[in-house]
């Protein structure tokens, strides 16, 4: 098997996510502590915490964790569901067990790394790119060019990391219609669905339609609790789970007792959090849109549709990467330039740059960044 290669972005991450001053590009919403998530939960679930104990847990999941997440989607039951140690590990299971040497698969460019290089260190594999002049939308002619007669996979991911992008619902139901014709897998990275600017463009989670579908999630990115390390894959086809939690036996085992514990919570009082994060988003895009308006000349922007990360363009004749490289090592601030994203499948953009707005600290690096601008 292929050296999978450096993941760039958390490469990047690792160097500085801890280090910068203002950390301007996060892709998960604003954290909160240990001691407002018990707030939100009953005096018998708090008694239930204080309690708790550090035994191994179900491999698939706490049977409380796994029926608070099938409670998030219409058709499907606990059986549905298995947990994995954050998204990442749902991601490398679920290639492995779906691809083999001879097979074929079809992603999306730019995108998180990982959804690319683990097919790509498994078998052949196609980029569909996502460009700027045609809105990031997702053109299906290419997804029926790029289909060979061996393509077991295709993986999408909307809201979009990097660009914020939603394709329409009539969108997904042609892909769907063009994968179950050729009996291919759709894996679907919903990891920042829930955070769609409006509840209108929001998709259905794709193991609710598609009986080959898979839904990735995590608290992550739309709770703001990475820390957690909890994540899922939801999906109709029982045997593929069984496959994937056979080799989830060789990773993590089974996820952190207390994590589930906690995420169960957070489940619970969804409704409570999501409200909370969609006025942090509302706030900061309203700073960003009036900075990225003030300074047209340099930014090109646009709203993104959902998430909380967007991808503008920059407009100034040093190029991005050497613009993010003079923020960051002059003035702390840390944006992430596109080059992160190059892919070697599919085109990537060169002069956007991620901008993260989900935490609450951004608005001390959009300050500063106006300072700089301004002088
Ligand atoms: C699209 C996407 N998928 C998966 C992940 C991995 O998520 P986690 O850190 O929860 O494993 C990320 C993290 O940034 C992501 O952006």
């Not at 074929?104 to 078998?123: D, K, L, W």
């Not at 939801?234 to 060789?250: G, P, R």
């Not at 988003?281 to 849109?289: F, G, H, R, V």
């Amino acid at each position: 098997m292929p050296v999978l290669p450096d993941f760039k972005l958390e490469t990047f991450f690792s160097k500085w996510e801890f280090n910068a001053k203002y950390h301007m590009c996060a892709s998960d919403m604003e954290s909160m502590t240990l001691q407002e998530l018990l707030n939100l939960s009953s005096d018998q679930d708090r008694e239930n915490w204080n309690n708790l104990n550090f035994k191994y847990i179900e491999t698939y999941g706490s049977p409380e964790l796994r029926l608070a997440v099938a409670d998030s989607y219409k058709k499907l039951s606990s059986e549905n569901i298995l947990a994995f140690a954050g998204a990442q590990e749902g991601i490398y299971v679920a290639m492995h067990c779906i691809l083999q040497e001879d097979d074929h698969a079809i992603i999306i460019t730019p995108n998180y790394q990982s959804s690319e290089t683990i097919p790509a260190s498994i078998c052949e594999v196609s980029g569909v790119g996502l460009e700027a002049d045609n809105n990031w939308d997702l053109d299906l002619q290419k997804i029926k060019d790029a289909i060979r007669p061996n393509t077991r996979l295709i993986s999408i991911n909307f809201p979009h990391n990097p660009t914020g992008k939603v394709i329409s619902i009539e969108t997904l139901n042609d892909l769907i219609n063009i994968a179950r014709e050729q009996d291919i897998y759709l894996f679907s990275d919903e990891v920042y669905r829930l955070m769609e600017r409006s509840e209108g463009i929001r998709l259905p989670q794709i193991a609710d339609i598609y009986e080959k579908g898979l839904s990735l999630n995590v608290m992550s990115k739309s709770y703001g609790l990475p820390g957690l390390r909890i994540g899922w894959i939801a999906s109709q086809d029982l045997e593929l789970l069984d496959k994937m939690e056979k080799m989830k036996h060789y990773l993590s085992i089974c996820n952190s007792s207390p994590s589930e514990f906690l995420a169960v919570i957070a489940l619970k009082s969804s409704a409570n959090i999501l409200k909370r994060n969609h006025k942090i988003i509302e706030n900061n895009l309203k700073l960003l849109n009036s900075f990225f308006t003030q300074h047209r000349d340099l930014f090109e922007w646009n709203e993104p549709d959902g998430g909380c990360i967007g991808y503008p363009k920059y407009l100034g004749s040093e190029g991005v990467m050497t613009f993010c490289e003079r923020l960051l090592e002059e003035h702390g601030i840390m944006l992430l330039p596109g080059t992160i994203y190059k892919s070697a499948i599919g085109p990537t953009p060169n002069n956007h740059f991620r901008v993260g707005y989900g935490r609450i600290a951004m608005q001390d690096g959009l300050r500063k960044f106006q300072e700089i601008l301004d002088n």
